[in-house]
């Protein structure tokens, strides 16, 4: 389908290892937003791209926390050194219009051992 | 955090309208209205929104009390594929680079055969 994708859809690592988690928004949405959602709450934002541009970095946890989105299509979220607190369900998703409805993938689901 | 304000469990039957309120008693002037909802295991889908007057789409109706402080959410006719977990979430409408959406815990919708 045309929908924001998310990979992988399931992330095992070990405490430790680093992660990248890969987002493709609908093509041609210009903003991109990462959330990061523990079990049984509502997402959390993370982080908003507007084309390339990374313009509200505010909601990263900590400065193991990296994203990018080099050519304002596909963007990544890096997680480094990961921690068992950095278990969650990481959702993408993008809008067209800078303030229409965003569109969410169906997130990639890290677990930390 | 999140600005508005639901009840955490409500049940339909199949085929009845499901209402769902939503209280937001400190919104601003250019502050919108949005509703998504999660079903189980997936991201959350855009449902409507809206800034003063009620809105009707295919998925459902947005009725806007005249002060602004309340809101509720109509699904039609309910039915099993509509249980999710519902979010009422305000936004401000010219957000500037300040587009990001904040969560409650949502109104968990549990439709009933």
């Known amino acids: 389908g045309a929908g924001v994708s998310q990979s992988p859809r399931y992330k095992v690592a070990k405490r430790g290892q680093d992660v990248a988690l890969r987002c493709d928004p609908i093509?041609?949405?210009?903003?991109l937003f990462w959330y990061q959602q523990a079990l049984g709450q509502g997402p959390e934002f993370l982080t908003y791209?507007?084309?390339?541009?990374?313009?509200?970095k505010s909601g990263l946890p900590s400065d193991r926390f990296f994203a990018e989105r080099p050519e304002g299509s596909v963007s990544t979220l890096k997680i480094q050194r990961t921690q068992q607190e950095d278990s969650a369900v990481y959702l993408c998703?993008?809008?067209?219009?800078?303030?229409?409805?965003?569109?969410f993938g169906d997130g990639t689901r890290l677990s930390i051992l | 955090d999140a600005k508005t304000t639901q009840p955490p469990s409500m049940d339909c039957a199949e085929g009845r309208a499901a209402n769902l309120p939503c209280n937001h008693s400190?919104?601003?002037?250019?502050?919108?209205v949005y509703w998504y909802r999660q079903i189980h295991s997936q991201g959350p889908q855009y449902i409507i929104h809206g800034l003063k007057n009620n809105e009707t789409n295919e998925m459902a109706s947005l009725i806007i009390t005249e002060d602004r402080k309340s809101s509720t959410l109509i699904l039609p006719h309910a039915t099993l594929r509509d249980t999710a977990v519902y979010y009422c979430?305000?936004?401000?409408?010219?957000?500037?680079?300040?587009?990001?959406?904040?969560w409650g815990l949502g109104t968990s919708l549990a439709v009933n055969p």
């Open positions: 791209f507007q084309n390339e541009a990374q313009l509200d």
């Open positions: 093509s041609g949405h210009v903003s």
């Open positions: 998703a993008s809008s067209f219009l800078r303030e229409g409805p965003q569109h």
């Open positions: 979430i305000v936004r401000v409408g010219n957000a500037g680079n300040n587009r990001k959406l904040i």
């Open positions: 400190t919104i601003s002037g250019n502050e919108y």
